[in-house]
């Protein structure tokens, strides 16, 4: 018996040791792109599913979204909103005919869209009509919405999860402070929320040393046990979840 009892005890052990480690998946998304043909190329280069953020009034936005495309990386919209300028911008003051006409142009310029999300819009997110709008418009053409969290007031998350909408927000920002130490900082924070959570969501520039610090670190999260995901693996991981930094029990906070 106490043969059979120490046998049974190492094959528990065993079958325990072989257990595979819960996952943590990251996802990156590079914003501001489509203004410098060198830098868009760079981030092109990055290895994995990076996720490219275009913004519509950039010189290269229609090109490089087909390049980018072609290349098999996801493209989405990166949509100016208030704070930010320009002919695309969204504004609190605007109807909504006339946000539905600047996100439609705004499309136009990004070919292959699959989502968007925002450029600035610390204002304009916490506007709960128009993002309730905006939410029901990409439900209807089959997008996904990425909150970059640029205000602790939005409610983008919150109504993008009231009607259903494909979506996930913001984790990390790499590049805030704009030197490759505190950009290596951010990236290491973003891999211990991934361990912790699950899932981690990071957003950076095609700046100079966040291109650099990418470039090193990318092909090396496989051994650290982090799995680099699409956006739209994101989304289903999170299944529409608020995380909590974000709100309590999957629901977000500015509801």
């Keep these: 018996m106490r043969y059979l009892l120490c046998l049974l005890c190492c094959l528990l ?3 325990a040791q072989a257990a595979p480690a819960s996952k943590a998946y990251m996802s990156i998304i590079i914003d501001d792109l489509g203004q410098n043909t060198e830098r868009d190329a760079r981030t092109l280069a990055l290895p994995g599913p990076v996720t490219l953020a275009i913004m519509p009034d950039t010189p290269h936005a229609t090109d490089f979204a087909r390049q980018a495309h072609k290349a098999g990386k996801t493209v989405i919209l990166h949509m100016p909103m208030d704070p930010a300028t320009g002919p695309y911008a969204w504004h609190p003051e605007l109807p909504l005919p006339e946000l539905a006409s600047r996100l439609d142009a705004a ?3 990004v070919p292959y869209a ?4 925002n450029h600035m819009g610390s204002r304009m997110t916490s506007q709960r009509e128009a993002m309730a709008w905006l939410m029901s418009e990409l439900q209807r053409r089959k997008l996904f919405f990425v909150d970059s969290r640029t205000s602790a007031s939005t409610v983008a998350g919150a109504q993008a999860q009231a009607v259903g909408l494909a979506h996930v927000s913001r984790d990390v920002f790499l590049d805030d402070e704009r030197t490759v130490e505190a950009i290596d900082r951010q990236l290491r924070l973003g891999v211990e929320l991934a361990r912790q959570q699950g899932s ?3 957003i950076g520039h095609p700046y100079p040393q966040t ?8 092909p090396r999260l496989k051994a650290e046990g982090i799995e680099l995901v699409s956006i739209a693996q994101m989304i289903a ?5 608020a995380m909590p930094a974000h709100g309590k029990h999957g629901r977000y906070s500015n509801r």
């Design 13 to 15: 052990a065993g079958v």
């Design 200 to 202: 981690a969501v990071l």
């Design 237 to 241: 991981e999170r299944a529409n979840q």
């Design 107 to 109: 499309l136009a310029k």
């Design 211 to 218: 291109l650099q610090v990418l470039e090193r670190a990318l």
């Design 114 to 117: 699959a989502g968007i999300n």
